[in-house]
């Protein structure tokens, strides 16, 4: 079930954000250069950092009736964005995370793969979508970026 979940929220990211790399798994290199091609755009040296990387951060279960369980899955959600002042990079950044947010809005069962993106029960009780947690500056290998560092909440019925 996770996996189909998994690849129902790179799919909204995707359709909101279509020239960014979508990872649905956290990747990891052995070398800061070779992490950071893995964020970019295309496969030229010069080329932007700008990718998508989700995760599971918890699991909870909860009985939710005689016979059902809630599960609730919180994903981490990562915008990396190469920093380019002169493009007003931060400022589009934003823009991409709003659109985001606005899918996720409008498709809080992603297509059918969970109850909702509106837990009514657990930790994330009432929040809806896509959360920005955190806007801020990371060093990916050579390249200086931003990164929004979001949270989404899943429920399903087991």
């Not at 800061?32 to 995760?55: G, M, Q, R, S």
């Not at 920005?132 to 290998?141: C, K, P, S, T």
């Amino acid at each position: 079930m996770s996996q189909t979940i998994r690849s129902a929220i790179a799919a909204v990211i995707a359709a909101a954000d279509p020239t960014a790399k979508v990872h649905d798994y956290e990747r990891w290199t052995n070398t800061p250069e070779e992490y950071a091609k893995l964020f970019k755009e295309k496969e030229h040296e010069k080329a932007p950092v700008h990718a998508w990387i989700l995760a599971p951060q918890s699991v909870e279960e909860l009985p939710f009736s005689h016979t059902s369980v809630a599960q609730v899955i919180t994903w981490t959600i990562r915008l990396v964005r190469s920093v380019e002042d002169g493009k007003a990079s931060e400022k589009s950044g934003f823009e991409l995370v709003t659109a985001v947010q606005a899918l996720f809005r409008s498709n809080p069962t992603l297509s059918g793969a969970v109850y909702s993106t509106r837990p009514i029960v657990g930790r994330a009780k009432g929040q809806f979508g896509l959360q920005v947690e955190r806007w801020a500056f990371i060093q990916l290998g050579p390249v200086l970026c931003h990164v929004a560092e979001c949270r989404l909440s899943t429920q399903v019925f087991v």
